[in-house]
C-alpha cells in the first residue's frame, strides 16, 4: 500500500486509482518536477534543515531518476497516483528512508502549482520564437513580392487595389500583438509558489528567494492559499493561444481560398499539399484546413478551463488537476500549427498574373473616381453617386474603365478632365501615403519594420 494511504483499511479501489491518476499525463513533467526537487534540496541543506551529505545523496538520486526516464528505463506504475509520487517512490528504491526527506517543507499542492508554472514559462518562450518564425516567412513572401498587386476585399467582394506585401504584413501585426499577449503572461507565469505547502504556508525556515533565483524565477508568490488554487496563468496561455489560433485560421481560410481553382492566386508547394485517394488532379490545403479545424479544440480547452475553475472555493481542489491536459493540448496544437504554417508560407508561390488579372476588372478603381471628383471641388456623396453611374454604364457596355473615353465621363460630371484616363491599379495605391496605407512607400518601411521588430525578438525581446 502507498504511504499515503496509511490511515486506510482498504487497499485503493482500482477504478478509483485509474480514475484519479495523472500519471498517464503528468509524466510529461518529470523534468520539471526534478529541477524543483533537487533545488528544493539544495535549499533545505542551505538552511541547515538535512545535511549537506543526505543532501548530494539525494540529488544523485533525483539525477539517476532523470536519466532513467530520458532513457526510457523507469517504470511508471499507475497505482501511484501522479509524477510527484512516482518520482518519490523510486528514490525510495534507490536510497531507502532517506527520500523520506525531500519532502520536508513542501506539499504536491504547491509542488504542481511550482511545475505547472515551469511548463508554462518554457511553453511562452517556445511559442515566441514560433511566433517570430512565422513572422519572418511572411515578411520574406511579402519582399519577395513587393510589387504585386492584388484586390482587397471587403465582404469578399473587390473592393480597392492593395500590394499583397500590405495584405500578408496585416497577418504579421496580428502575431506582433499574439507575441505581446504571450510576453505579457510571462510576467504573471514567472511566480515561484513553494513555501506555500498544503495551503497555509510551511513552518520551517525555508530560503524562498533563494528557491526562486535558483528556479530562475523573477518573484515569489505572496500569499500561499492563492498560489496553491491559481490556473489563471494556465488559463491566460489558453486563451494568448485561442486568440493566435484564431489568426492563424483568418490565415488558414484565405490559403484554402487563395489555392481554389477559381482563384489561384497562390500555388502551395508540393512538399505542403495532400493528394485525394481518387482524385488524382487534387492538391489540397490540409494543413491549412487542419489549422482552422483545431482551432476549435484550443478554444474547447479555455472553455473547459473556465469551468474547471469556477466554483472551486479555496484552496486546492482535485479539479485542477484537468489543467494539464488542457494546457499540454493547447500548446501541442499551436506550436505545431505556428511551425506547418511557418513551412508552407515560406514555400508557397504567388502566381502574379493571377492577380493582375483579377484586379484587371478596374471596377476596383471606383473610390479613386469618386475621391477625383473630390479633389476637383464635388462633395464626397455626390461623387459617389456619380461614379455609381459611371460604373453602371460601362457596366451596361460591357466595357472596363479605361476603355471608356472622356466624352463618357464628362457626360457624368465636367469636372472630369484627361488626367482620369491615366488612373490605374498602380495610381491608385500610391495615394494610400499615409501610415498605415498600402503605398508602396509605406510598405517598405512597414518591412523594415518588421525586420527590426524579428531581429529584436530572436534576440529575446519582442
Ligand atoms: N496530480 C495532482 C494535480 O495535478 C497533484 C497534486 C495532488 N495533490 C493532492 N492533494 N492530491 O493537481
Redesign the pocket.
Known amino acids: 500500500m502507498s504511504h499515503i494511504r496509511k490511515r486506510f483499511n482498504a487497499p485503493a479501489n482500482k477504478k478509483l486509482v485509474q480514475f484519479t491518476s495523472?500519471l498517464p499525463f503528468?509524466r510529461r513533467l518529470y523534468k520539471h518536477d526534478i529541477a524543483g526537487s533537487i533545488a528544493h534540496t539544495k535549499m533545505l541543506a542551505k538552511q541547515g534543515i538535512i545535511s549537506l551529505k543526505d543532501a548530494n545523496c539525494m540529488i544523485e538520486g533525483l539525477n539517476d531518476i532523470s536519466s532513467e526516464i530520458e532513457k526510457g528505463q523507469f517504470i511508471f506504475r499507475d497505482e501511484l497516483?501522479?509524477?510527484?509520487m512516482a518520482i518519490e517512490a523510486r528514490l525510495f528504491d534507490l536510497l531507502g528512508d532517506l527520500a523520506g526527506k525531500l519532502h520536508t517543507a513542501r506539499?504536491?499542492?504547491d509542488?504542481?502549482a511550482l511545475d505547472m508554472r515551469l511548463f508554462t514559462k518554457e511553453a511562452i518562450s517556445q511559442t515566441l520564437k514560433c511566433l517570430s518564425d512565422l513572422q519572418q516567412s511572411l515578411v520574406v513572401v511579402a519582399e519577395k513580392n513587393k510589387d504585386v498587386i492584388m484586390p482587397g476585399y471587403t465582404h469578399l467582394q473587390p473592393a480597392q487595389p492593395v500590394l499583397i506585401a500590405h495584405h500578408l504584413l496585416a497577418y504579421f501585426e496580428m502575431l506582433q500583438r499574439d507575441a505581446e499577449r504571450f510576453s505579457d503572461v510571462q510576467k504573471r507565469t514567472d511566480i515561484m509558489p513553494i513555501g506555500s505547502g498544503?495551503l497555509a504556508g510551511v513552518a520551517y525556515d525555508i530560503d524562498r528567494e533563494f528557491l526562486s533565483h535558483e528556479l530562475g524565477f523573477r518573484k515569489i508568490s505572496q500569499n500561499s492559499m492563492d498560489a496553491v488554487s491559481d490556473r489563471d496563468f494556465v488559463i491566460e496561455y489558453i486563451a494568448a493561444a485561442s486568440l493566435c489560433m484564431m489568426h492563424l485560421s483568418r490565415l488558414a481560410e484565405e490559403i484554402i481560398i487563395w489555392s481554389s481553382a477559381e482563384f489561384n492566386f497562390i500555388e502551395l508547394d508540393d512538399s505542403f499539399v495532400t493528394g485525394s485517394s481518387i482524385m488524382p488532379q487534387k492538391k489540397n490545403p490540409d494543413a491549412a484546413e487542419l489549422t482552422r479545424g483545431k482551432t476549435g479544440r484550443v478554444y474547447g480547452n479555455l472553455i473547459a478551463m473556465l469551468t474547471t475553475m469556477k466554483a472551486q472555493p479555496l484552496a486546492?481542489n482535485?479539479d485542477?488537476?484537468e489543467?494539464?491536459e488542457a494546457l499540454f493540448d493547447s500548446v501541442d496544437t499551436l506550436l505545431a500549427s505556428l511551425e506547418i504554417f511557418a513551412g508552407m508560407i515560406t514555400t508557397l508561390k504567388i502566381i502574379k498574373e493571377n492577380l493582375d488579372r483579377s484586379t484587371g476588372g478596374d471596377y476596383i478603381l471606383a473610390t479613386d473616381l469618386a475621391d477625383y471628383l473630390v479633389s476637383k471641388g464635388e462633395n464626397f456623396r455626390n461623387a459617389h453617386g456619380i461614379t455609381a453611374k459611371l460604373i453602371n454604364y460601362a457596366a451596361k457596355k460591357g466595357k472596363a474603365l479605361n476603355q471608356l473615353n472622356l466624352g463618357e465621363y464628362k457626360r457624368l460630371s465636367p469636372l472630369f478632365n484627361k488626367e482620369i484616363l491615366a488612373i490605374s491599379k498602380s495610381s491608385s495605391i500610391a495615394t494610400k501615403n499615409i501610415v498605415g496605407g498600402t503605398a508602396p512607400q509605406q510598405v517598405d518601411k512597414a518591412i523594415k519594420k518588421a525586420k527590426e521588430i524579428i531581429l529584436k525578438s530572436k534576440k529575446g525581446g519582442f
Open positions: 495523472s503528468d497516483e501522479d509524477i510527484h506539499s504536491r499542492n509542488q504542481i498544503a486546492y482535485r485542477l488537476q489543467d494539464k
